[in-house]
């Protein structure tokens, strides 16, 4: 219903898009702070919300990733997290990180065995895995920029592409992540990554 109400205003309302939130809490008679805050956590939803899929899969398929970014020095370290959904027989392939803007790209060949059909004598349980993808920058090739008001947002796209060695088939249904900043399409995942400096 809050999503219906938000579509209906004649104008955009600005809300806050933290993990769990539902970008609408503005609609909502609740506490506010429930939707998230500077650094916490959304509390609004309870039970499932949003859409269920079913997925079928032979082939590993890219779950999640996110960024996380330090500034050491003159450099700046982007360690890129990709999450796998591993199908029972396994899987192997190559991973991609890449910020086409800032001219990066990082390739690495992953293998990946199911634990949790091994040990549960199960062939139908799924298993994930988790591939650390380091990428390093001088910041003087970074655009910086503040909040609304002082100076425009420069955005890098950070891509993560999973190729599979051995396709077997295309996933029944593309599992499709969207948030604030990433959208997941089939086997890519893309997110908007800004180069606000955090606050201290």
Same mark, same amino acid.
């Given at each position: ?24 809490? %503005? #609609? ?28 079928? #899969?032979? %082939? ?9 970014? %330090? ?49 549960? %004598? ?8 988790? #591939? ?7 910041s003087s090739e970074v655009e910086l920029w503040w909040p609304v008001g002082y100076g425009s947002p420069h955005l890098y796209n950070v891509t993560v592409t999973y190729t599979p060695d051995r396709p077997v088939c295309t996933p029944a249904i593309a599992a499709a992540a969207t948030a604030a900043t990433g959208a997941k399409e089939s ?14």
């Open positions: 219903e809050s999503l219906q109400l938000k579509e209906q205003y004649p104008y955009t309302v600005p809300a806050l898009h933290q993990m769990g939130s539902i970008g609408a809490y %503005n #609609f909502i008679r609740k506490p506010v702070t429930d939707g998230g805050w500077d650094w916490g956590p959304a509390y609004m939803a309870s039970g499932i919300h949003g859409s269920v899929e079913l997925v079928g #899969f032979s %082939n590993a398929v890219l779950e999640d990733a996110w960024v996380q970014q %330090n500034k050491v020095g003159d450099q700046y370290d982007v360690v890129v997290t990709s999450d796998l959904l591993v199908p029972p027989g396994g899987d192997s392939g190559e991973l991609t990180v890449a910020i086409p803007e800032l001219g990066l790209q990082a390739t690495q060949q992953v293998q990946m065995r199911n634990t949790s059909s091994s040990s549960s %004598n199960s062939t139908t349980a799924v298993d994930r895995a988790s #591939f650390f993808t380091r990428l390093s920058v001088n086997n890519t995942w893309k997110a908007m990554q800004d180069s606000t400096p955090a606050a201290a």
